[in-house]
């Protein structure tokens, strides 16, 4: 079975997986680039972008683990677009340029679906108004052998693991009090139980926290 | 100048540093030993009762620095005692019996102010109603030229750090989901700015977060 696994998750120490505030500007709101700034300057970011630089060290070690084996991507609304409610038109295609890093089928879950986008490089947009588990079992048929990653943002990763659909978590707890936002942990007391859990700190301050499902 | 120190406070990944129903039988509410297991389970903490074994890695280098330098302790009521509003009489003597692990003058944050408590090793019970400041110069007359332990609960600490009066801020976060009790780090946005942060993980699964007043 292939395995449901959620990557290099930037929390505040807080609790907060994105800031307040949401704009085309700025996709994290106030918390800008706080919670990703470690998986930012690793080898593996650099090298979506085509780039040689970046660290090569423990975070880069974790990064790089979000490519492996992955079939399909499940994400929520809010990290596709700012936008908000009905779309106004179908001219919004995501952040990420024509090419984006999925490179494989997207289901964007919203309450107001639009036709598939096929972008290139392999990448498929389908929105689709679904629950998590309609999701995954989507997801699960596009992956084929491969797993599905849930790309978040906070609140779909939350919902998924409220629903005990996640196998692999990984968190990388970054040392600022954020304030405000969306909190991950919220309603998911006690999750620790279903899972080995890890923590492994890193020079650039952040600590990565694995919750790897018990079998 | 002497030091104004918090040590060894547990904080669970969400951010609770003390659980949900404080009882007599169970003073961190439904968190029970959770967010200290690390702590007991060292070297320093057996050595309080007398006993020598203990864990002796880096869990127990941070908790032995709880014991170094300090000259007199405040902590809020809460810390003291389950008991809430007026005092029934003065039968409570603490969580602690007889000889108390601090071993110096104790400024007890209280609404209700009673008479001072003299204890066996030199731990001196005052209960002051007083602002953080207040206590704190009470708290420096005593010390010396020791620093000053801000010993918790959590809204002590809170209060402290929000009035940037803190100087060294050690937390140890469990990678649990508490899920209830009472938050550390409501109301601080940002305090890590004036800050140096540092972050260790630990085998036993905490991860030892400092953060050093910069100067």
Chains 1, 2 share one sequence.
Request: proline share 6%; charged share 25%; hydrophobic share 40%.
């Amino acid at each position: 079975m292939s395995l449901v696994r959620v990557h290099n998750l930037g929390v505040s120490i807080d609790g907060f997986a994105t800031g307040e505030g949401q704009t085309l500007e700025a996709p994290f709101g106030h918390a800008g680039s706080r919670l990703l700034d470690w998986m930012i300057a690793t080898k593996s970011f650099s090298a979506m972008h085509g780039l040689a630089e970046g660290t090569d060290g423990v975070d880069n070690a974790y990064a790089a683990r979000y490519f492996a084996g992955v079939g399909a991507e499940i994400m929520g609304r809010n990290k596709f677009t700012p936008l908000r409610g009905a779309w106004p038109d179908e001219e919004w295609r995501g952040w990420w340029g024509d090419e984006p890093p999925f490179h494989t089928p997207v289901f964007v879950l919203t309450h107001h679906p639009r036709p598939s986008l096929e972008m290139e490089g392999g990448t498929v947009f389908h929105f689709v108004d679904a629950s998590p588990q309609e999701a995954l079992d989507m997801a699960r048929e596009a992956a084929g052998d491969l797993d599905v990653r849930v790309g978040g943002g906070p609140t779909v990763v939350r919902d998924f693991l409220a629903a005990d659909l996640v196998d692999h978590l990984h968190v990388a707890v970054v040392p600022i009090v954020l304030g405000r936002g969306v909190r991950l942990w919220d309603g998911l007391e006690g999750m620790e139980e279903r899972f080995e859990v890890e923590a492994v700190s890193s020079p650039s301050g952040v600590t990565h926290v694995t919750f790897d499902r018990r079998r």
